[in-house]
């Protein structure tokens, strides 16, 4: 199973800028990788996603906003997050499926201010 950890997080004021790292403890080349987040009182939703050949989803949401990204010699992961507003407010979490498992960091949370 990987490990996944996200870092980045943080307080930001609305209309400013996070970027988000997920680092895996094992190779993730032939993996999807997804970012979610999670509001309080919120489902958790799926942000966005890269493919193992860099195609990439959003949510309609962040879409022009955020950029999903991959270094996979480096097994991360990031999520460069612009134009911030309050509520892209959440819990962000990274998470892969492999070997019949899903695999979810503990998350970082971003906070925006209005």
């Known amino acids: 199973q990987v490990q996944l950890v996200e870092s980045g997080g943080g307080l930001v004021q609305a209309g400013g800028s996070l970027r988000l790292s997920c680092a895996a403890s094992?190779?993730?080349?032939?993996?999807?990788m997804y970012w979610y987040r999670q509001a309080p009182g919120k489902n958790r939703e799926l942000v966005a996603s890269i493919s193992s050949i860099g195609e990439t989803t959003y949510v309609d949401s962040v879409k022009g906003r955020f950029t999903i990204s991959r270094d996979n010699a480096k097994n991360t992961v990031f999520l460069q997050m612009n134009t911030l507003k309050p509520e892209d407010t959440a819990v962000y979490y990274c998470y892969l499926y492999r070997s019949g498992m899903d695999c979810w960091g503990k998350g970082t949370l971003v906070t925006v201010s209005s």
């Open positions: 094992r190779i993730i080349v032939m993996n999807t």
